[in-house]
T-cell receptor, first 115, second 112 residues
Framework: NAGVTQTPKFRVLKTGQSMTLLCAQD?????MYWYRQDPGMGLRLIHY???????AKGEVPDGYNVSRLKKQNFLLGLESAAPSQTSVYFC??????????????FGPGTRLTVT | AQSVAQPEDQVNVAEGNPLTVKCTYS??????LFWYVQYPNRGLQFLLK??????LVKGSYGFEAEFNKSQTSFHLKKPSALVSDSALYFC??????????FGTGTRLQVFP
């Protein structure tokens, strides 16, 4: 049981290049999330998905797109990278929860630098 | 709107001393509150949560948190700090059924 995995772990892009970050989970979770972490700003939600085939905008969605074609995968795309997108990106997932709100499980992160 | 605040960027404590990491929240309705820990170059790990019930919640690694409704606080505590507890700690509140809102994080440094 690998939990939440992210590919790649590190990446350097030039301004204007595109890339896709892959998140995979093997816990059969319904919900998946993409966050970015920047110093002094905590975690900010980019996009999320409440189930296969669904996506929704989070707090900072501009410049990013996502897709959830399969329940276990959640892809984050940068169509034209900008230096402001230099950050550490985390994926998370969680189950439905019988009562209350289940905790989120996080991947190890992807460190992206845009030059 | 739901929000959470962590007033301290860093907390320093000597090993063996008790530690407290502060969190205050603002929600409409009943609060669902969480603490996560992040070790260097790792993702966040769930520590504990408050949904309802006893105001003192126990979690992983000997941590506990005290929910105080009148002070709208959810402070993380540990009776005796370890050097290995040094990490970045995040408080979070449920924004709605789908999302959490995270605080800006507090770096805990435990000195030998």
């Amino acid at each position: 049981n690998a939990g939440v995995t992210q590919t790649p772990k590190f990446r350097v892009l030039k301004t204007g290049q595109s890339m896709t970050l892959l998140c995979a989970q093997d816990m059969n979770h319904e919900y998946m999330y993409w966050y970015r972490q920047d110093p002094g700003m905590g975690l900010r939600l980019i996009h999320y998905s409440v189930g296969e085939g669904t996506t929704a905008k989070g707090e900072v969605p501009d410049g990013y797109n996502v897709s959830r074609l399969k329940k276990q995968n959640f892809l984050l795309g940068l169509e034209s990278a900008a230096p402001s997108q230099t950050s550490v990106y985390f994926c998370a997932s969680r189950g439905l929860g019988l009562a209350g709100f289940y905790e989120q499980y996080f991947g190890p992160g992807t460190r992206l630098t845009v030059t | 709107a739901q929000s959470v605040a962590q007033p301290e960027d860093q907390v320093n404590v000597a090993e063996g001393n008790p530690l407290t990491v502060k969190c205050t929240y603002s929600v409409s309705g009943n609060p669902y509150l969480f603490w996560y820990v992040q070790y260097p170059n790792r993702g966040l790990q769930f520590l504990l949560k408050y949904i309802t019930g006893d105001n003192l919640v126990k979690g992983s690694y000997g941590f506990e948190a005290e929910f105080n409704k009148s002070q709208t606080s959810f402070h993380l505590k540990k009776p005796s700090a370890l050097v290995s507890d040094s990490a970045l700690y995040f408080c979070a509140v449920r924004a709605n059924t789908d999302k959490l809102i995270f605080g800006t994080g507090t770096r805990l440094q435990v000195f030998p």
